[in-house]
C-alpha cells in the first residue's frame, strides 16, 4: 500500500522559514493536501491541490510538490504556527495520511 | 458559514457497537461527499472511509473493512459512521469531514466536525 512519510518533528526560530517535507513514491504525480491540527482542535485545511490556499490562510504558507516529495513552507513563522501538520494524498482508491510532523517555533 | 456538529462523547464495551452522527448545514448537502477520520489519543490521523451524499455509494478503508458501515439521510442532512466489534485499539476521536473529490484523482477535506470522543473500555 501506499506510504507517505513526514519528519516527526521541524524546529524553527520566529521569523524563521519553515520546511515540512512528506515524500513518497512518485508523490509529484499525485496532489498532495496539507492539514494543520492544534491541541485538542480538529485539523484545518491548510493547502489543496499541491500549491493552494484556502481562504482565511496567511500568505506565508504555500506548497509545492515535485518528484518524490511535497513541501509546505512557512515562511516568517510565528508563534501561532506552532502545530501538527499533516500532508495527504489519494492513491488507489484510498486516502493516504503521512504520520504527521510537529512544528515547534522556539 | 459551513458547519458540522457531531453527536457527543461515547463509551463502549469491548465487543460492542458506535453509531455517530455528523449534521451538515449552510451548503448544499449533495454536493459534496463526506469522509471519516479518527485520531488515537497521541496518534496521527486515520481515514476510515468516503461515503457519496448523492447516491450513497461508500469506499471503506481496507483496515476496517467489514466493521463499519457509513450511511447518510438526505431529509436531515445528517451522515452516520457505524463501527462494529469494538476493541481498546478502537478508542479515538472520531470526526466527519466535507469531501472535495473528483472521484478520480482526489479526495481532501475542506472542514471538518468537532469530534467525537468514543472511549472502548471494560
Known amino acids: 500500500s501506499y506510504e507517505l512519510t513526514q519528519p516527526p518533528s521541524v524546529s524553527v526560530s520566529p521569523g524563521q522559514t519553515a520546511s515540512i517535507p512528506c515524500s513518497g513514491d512518485e508523490l509529484g504525480n499525485k496532489y498532495v493536501f496539507w492539514y494543520q491540527q492544534k491541541p485538542g482542535q480538529s485539523p484545518v485545511l491548510a493547502i489543496y491541490q499541491d500549491t493552494k490556499r484556502p481562504s482565511g490562510i496567511p500568505e506565508r504558507f504555500s506548497g509545492s510538490n515535485s518528484g518524490n516529495t511535497a513541501t509546505l513552507t512557512i515562511s516568517g513563522t510565528q508563534a501561532m504556527d506552532e502545530a501538527d501538520y499533516y500532508c495527504q494524498a489519494w492513491d488507489t482508491n484510498s486516502v493516504v495520511v503521512g504520520g504527521g510532523t510537529k512544528l515547534t517555533v522556539l | 458559514q459551513v458547519q458540522l456538529v457531531q453527536s457527543g462523547a461515547e463509551v463502549k464495551k469491548p465487543g460492542a457497537s458506535v453509531k455517530v452522527s455528523c449534521k451538515a448545514s449552510?451548503?448544499?448537502?449533495?454536493?459534496?461527499?463526506v469522509s471519516w477520520v479518527r485520531q488515537a489519543p497521541g496518534q496521527g490521523l486515520e481515514w476510515m472511509g468516503w461515503?457519496?451524499?448523492?447516491?450513497?455509494?461508500?469506499i471503506y478503508a481496507q483496515s476496517l473493512q467489514g466493521r463499519v458501515t457509513m450511511t447518510t439521510d438526505t431529509s436531515t442532512r445528517t451522515a452516520y459512521m457505524e463501527l462494529r466489534s469494538l476493541t481498546s485499539d478502537d478508542t479515538a476521536v472520531y470526526y466527519c469531514?466535507?469531501?472535495?473529490?473528483?472521484?478520480?484523482?482526489?479526495?481532501?477535506?475542506?472542514?471538518w466536525g468537532q469530534g467525537t470522543l468514543v472511549t472502548v473500555s471494560s
Open positions: 461515503i457519496s451524499t448523492q447516491n450513497g455509494n461508500t
Open positions: 469531514a466535507r469531501d472535495r473529490s473528483d472521484l478520480a484523482t482526489y479526495h481532501y477535506f475542506d472542514y
Open positions: 449552510y451548503y448544499t448537502f449533495t454536493s459534496y461527499g
